[in-house]
């Protein structure tokens, strides 16, 4: 079947278009293609003139009012619109079609018109006219994605004009002692072209569908790199059928424990439904044995992220985004699941159905199941995490770990988010964590004034050293949030605010690692860590 799917596109007299990706890559290599040969004809130009110039002076101003020299100077002004169009936008693929084609036979005929005059005649000018159209097409082969079909179809229709010019050109009494007539020798050297071109698209066509194949993931077509962590990779892809954007993250690390915490990761996540936490479609493993899974793709920012491009968020919206997540957490503590690394990178701010500021909690690669059996897989005597975030209990016995130490990190990541600073900072991991065990947190109005003092007390309460001392669990962390003593952050405030940044979240996106690419990372106070606690010596 997919062979016979490969010889189908092959065959094909359509430009092979059917991703977004694939889109893109004809358009970039369209404008491309045009440049080069615009260079290509522009330079010709100036050294012929130049030429001229410096051997036979008198005789330039003659030449550059011949038609032959006016034809030239239009196909590179047209040369040079096709690459500006080409690059404009995010033409249909039936625009980047029609504009191929058109650019192909539009040059070639440029090329063929500029000898179909006497005046234009020098040494055998049809050898002059075919080089020219078979560079311009050569060009177009190496550069352009086309199947062979269309290459040879397209490099016949533009040559084929060149010969009944050369047979105009000679019967108009152009002498000629060839024992073949010059426009055999013309449609002989088109006909090679034409296979030459032919079998450049052929390989370079070829290849592609290898690397299209090689890219390929049960129905979903990998596409662009958008993050890398320690164990993992994540690709944005599409469903080959369904056209649905999605991430693709793959295991990069595939033994030992690294490759059941992965596979147990997806299992995990995708048993949680709340709409707050990220949506996984399916999962499997390549014919080479790699693991991976399929999950929505979010398009929007980490707040991370936000607070580092826009600064600290108003007290209203840090409810708003702090209650969803309590929500996501609600779900997985009620499954007997701890996430151990809420922070602001594993939290993404998106639109969804319209609506704005939907948060997706992410990451769920380091959960503990508060009944897992298996302590190797769940790393109970691992310190995972990340520093700036992680509760006492987390550093002191990461066996004790539990619900209530996600509520420290979300308490955490809020002063960040009202902030713009971590609760605690230090040159090191062990400073860090040491303040995180013996120092009380510097109340954020102290930091900035305006935080309502509601507010302020719920913060601190999650930073409670204790796990006692801590709201009881995520909902009614949710029911202290929404007692606070602040103004509403609607949906009309978010779209504004969206509206408003929107080129600005864009371009951070662009810059930044996807949130959700992470996984155990060993260096940075700001990334997770893995201590083991089994190799530590006896004091």
Known sequence: MRHSVSRSRSLSLRAPIATEAERALFQRRLALSAFVVFVLGLGFWL???????????????????????????????????????????????????????????????????????????????ESIALLACTYTLVVRAALIPSTPARTALLSAISLAPLVPVTINLYTNGIPDKAPLPPAAYVAIWAALGVAATTVISYVIYGLQLQVRKAMQLGQYLLEDKIGEGGMGVVYRASHAMLRRPTAIKLLTGSTGHAAERFEREVQITARLTHPNTVAVFDYGRTPDGVFYYAMEYLDGITLE?????????????????????????EEAHANGLVHRDIKPANI????????????????????????????????????????????????????????????????ATAYYLLTGEH?????????????????????????????????EKVVLACLAKKPSDRPADAATLAAMLAECEVVEWTREDARAWWTSHATKVKARAQRA???????????GLGATVAVALDDRGAA
Not at 428 to 449: D, M, Y
Request: charged content about 20%; glycine content about 6%; overall charge negative.
């Open 47 to 125: 050294i012929a003139n130049v030429s001229i110039a410096i051997v036979a002076p008198d005789k330039l101003a003659t030449v550059l009012v011949e038609r032959t020299s006016q034809i030239h100077i239009v196909t590179i002004v047209f040369l040079m619109v096709i690459w500006l169009v080409a690059r404009r936008g995010k033409p249909t693929r039936n625009l980047l079609d029609a504009l191929d084609a058109i650019t192909a036979f539009g040059v070639c005929l440029g090329w063929t018109l500029m000898i179909a005059r006497e005046e234009a005649i020098g040494v055998r000018p």
């Open 423 to 455: 609760v605690f900072d230090g040159a090191n991991l062990v400073e860090v964590c040491s303040q995180h065990l013996h120092q009380a947190p510097v109340p954020p109005s102290a930091k900035r004034p305006d935080v309502p003092g509601s507010l």
């Open 348 to 411: 993404m701010l998106t639109e969804r159905g319209r609506v704005p500021d939907v948060v997706k909690v992410l990451d769920f690669g380091l959960v503990k199941e508060t009944e897992q059996a298996d302590p190797g897989v769940s790393n109970v005597n691992t310190i995972l995490g990340t520093p700036h975030y992680m509760a006492p209990e987390a550093i002191i016995d990461p066996a004790r770990v539990t619900a209530c130490t996600d509520l420290y990190a979300v308490g």
């Open 513 to 523: 690692h996807s949130a959700d690419a992470s996984n155990v990372k060993t260096t």
């Open 305 to 329: 992220d936000l607070v580092t491009e826009f600064g600290p968020l108003p007290s209203s919206r840090v409810v708003h985004v702090l209650t969803q997540v309590c929500g996501a957490l």
